[in-house]
């Protein structure tokens, strides 16, 4: 099975410019969640789908950051304008809205980060 | 609000040597606990879970208990190896539902000498 998807995997930019990040989860996976790494720190929740709906997006900076995932599949970070402490590694992740046996598994698949650095 | 602790990093440990990672977390109820595993390069992945007091997760010779009394989940091995090298994340989610983020902890980075 195919995992989770993201792109691109480098992205300088100055600051005032602005980026976009896609995400394309596991197949079949209905929540969808955007963290952001900083460097020696624990991911931190941007924001969740569940199909093409927002369940959490209360620690996204809605003054600069933006998501959609339009058809319920993959999904688009945007940040306009970028900021210096936007530095980060952003995390895609999905995961089934139910497990095999019918019950949340709790488990999250990650892809493996889109690394920006605004200089 | 819930959260998770992790001890400090860096660990630096001699190859087959015991490791202990201690983890304390903060929540109401009865939440599921994870340890998840980033490895040089790579995403996130799951190394093991628990979803109840009592309850043992278990993978690769990595072992966890479920502690309510003492609200921990410690990440321990017997023997650490070359591989094990990768920084370690400590995670709870509230509910049984995927409609609750999951939470991590501040991660403790591993190295493991031959």
């Known amino acids: 099975e195919a995992g989770v998807a993201q792109s691109p995997r480098y992205k300088i930019i100055e600051k005032r410019q602005s980026v976009a990040f896609w995400c394309n989860p596991i197949?079949?996976?209905?929540?969808l969640y955007w963290y952001q790494q900083i460097l020696g720190q624990g991911p931190k929740l941007l924001i969740q789908?569940?199909?093409?709906?927002?369940?959490?997006d209360s620690q996204l900076p809605k003054d600069r950051f933006s998501a959609e995932r339009l058809k319920g599949v993959d999904s688009t970070l945007k940040i306009q304008p970028a900021k210096l402490e936007d530095s980060a590694v952003y995390l895609c992740a999905s995961s089934y809205a139910l497990g095999r046996e019918g019950r949340y598994t709790g488990e999250l698949f990650f892809g493996e980060g889109s690394r920006l650095t605004v200089l | 609000g819930n959260s998770v602790t992790q001890m400090e990093g860096p660990v630096t440990l001699s190859e087959e040597a015991f490791l202990t990672i201690n983890c304390t977390y903060t929540a109401t109820g009865y939440p599921s606990l994870f340890w998840y595993v980033q490895y040089p390069g790579e995403g996130l992945q799951l190394l093991l879970k628990?979803?109840?007091?009592?309850d043992k997760g278990s993978n690769k010779g990595f072992e966890a208990t479920y502690r309510k009394e003492t609200t921990s989940f410690h990440l321990e091995k017997g023997s650490v190896q070359v591989s094990d090298s990768a920084v370690y994340f400590c995670?709870?989610?509230?509910?049984?539902?995927?409609?609750?983020?999951?939470?991590f902890g501040p991660g403790t980075s591993l190295s493991v000498i031959p």
């Open positions: 628990a979803t109840k007091a009592d």
């Open positions: 197949s079949g996976h209905a929540t």
């Open positions: 789908f569940q199909n093409n709906g927002v369940v959490d």
């Open positions: 995670a709870l989610s509230k509910s049984k539902t995927s409609y609750d983020k999951v939470i």
